[in-house]
Every structure is written in C-alpha cells, then in structure tokens.
C-alpha cells in the first residue's frame, strides 16, 4: 500500500526525508491534502489530530494512503470539516518561544499515527 505524508513540519521532514513538503502554514497542509482527497485518495488519519486547542498548532502532518476508484466519504468530511474549522478564526499561534514545542507536538502526534497504521496494517508509512 503506498501511502504519503504531507507536512510543514521541519522536524518530521529532518526524521523522513521522502515526506512531502508544503511550503506554508497548516491551512496550505490541508489544502494540498484535500486535493488528494479529490483524486481518489484515502486519509489514514485525521488531519487534526490530538485536542481541540491543538488547532491553533502552525504544524501540521497528514498521513494519505493510496488511489481510491472513487472519493472516500470519510476522508472528504474529515478533511472539509477541518479546513471550515481553520477558516472559522483559528489562528495559529506564531509566537517564536513555541515553535520548537508545536513542532514536537505534532512529531509526536504523527510518530502515534504511523504506529497505529503498522500495528493496523503490520507495515510502515513511508516506503
């Protein structure tokens, strides 16, 4: 299974460098998964994981899995609802003091997510 991950996070691209990176903040994360979610991709986790006040995180790390034959409904809400939950006012937190705990944060949360697919799936993210 092929799977991709995408990301502005200098930290997880330091940890996998076959990772995709998005030059932007969260929202340009979302954009450009939500793309692959229109072409037939499949989300292997949502986009916003971990709490609610995680949001304002300018780190963001989003795991898609292969080629559909049609637009999976679970990832296309997840990944519309996200951005709409971004667009509603959530502003990132830019404060240089925080970036280095955002970025581990976020780290943290996807090293979470690709253990979860390899225990679900017994294989790793990246290939």
Not at 83 to 101: P, S
């Amino acid at each position: 299974m092929s799977r991709f991950v995408l990301t502005n996070n200098p930290k997880v691209l330091a940890s996998y460098p076959a990772a995709t990176w998005i030059d932007g903040d969260s929202r340009a994360v979302l954009l450009e998964c939500r793309g692959m979610v229109h072409a037939f991709h499949l989300l292997l986790a949502h986009p916003l994981m971990g709490d609610i006040r995680l949001i304002r995180n300018p780190y963001r790390t989003v795991i898609v899995g292969e080629k559909r034959c049609e637009v999976d409904l679970l990832s296309l809400t997840w990944i519309e609802e996200s951005i709409d939950l971004l667009r509603r006012g959530f502003r990132e937190d830019q404060r240089v003091e925080h970036k280095g705990d955002y970025q581990i944060i976020d780290f943290d949360l996807f090293q979470t997510a690709v253990k979860q697919q390899h225990h679900t799936t017994g294989q790793g993210v990246i290939r």
